[in-house]
């Protein structure tokens, strides 16, 4: 059975940072892209970051580069979302998900997994 575990999610004040954690289970991690993304209140769900296990690339949307970092650790079947100088805009539940291959991809619908999501909340 194909698990995702979100795990990280808080309340931070604006500048603060969190770490959110992915932890896979039930395929093999390496032939899969992990996605994060979020969807705030009234909001379409959008693409955070991804990365690719198998080769490591990875992708950012504008609105984090600079500010989050994605990492893998293959031996622990686990992505991590290193979030620093958080905005109260960051607001969301953040969800990991995965898609076979080591295409890099943004759009939702194009991953087959999804974790049940944790909640950031950044106070102004």
């Known amino acids: 059975e194909v698990q995702l575990v979100e795990s990280g999610g808080g309340l931070v004040q604006a500048g603060g940072s969190l770490r959110l954690s992915c932890a896979a289970s039930g395929f093999t991690f390496d032939d899969y892209t992990i996605g994060w993304f979020r969807q705030a209140p009234g909001k379409e769900r959008e693409g955070v970051s991804c990365i690719s296990s198998s080769d490591g690339s990875t992708y950012y949307a504008d609105s984090v580069t600079g500010r989050f970092t994605i990492s893998s650790d293959n031996a622990k079947n686990t992505v991590y979302l290193q979030m620093n100088s958080l905005k109260p805009e960051d607001t969301a539940v953040y969800y990991c998900?995965?898609?076979?291959?080591?295409?890099?991809?943004?759009?939702?619908?194009?991953?087959?997994?999804w974790g049940q999501g944790t909640q950031v909340t950044v106070s102004s």
């Open positions: 998900a995965a898609r076979p291959g080591e295409t890099i991809a943004t759009i939702p619908e194009l991953y087959d997994y």
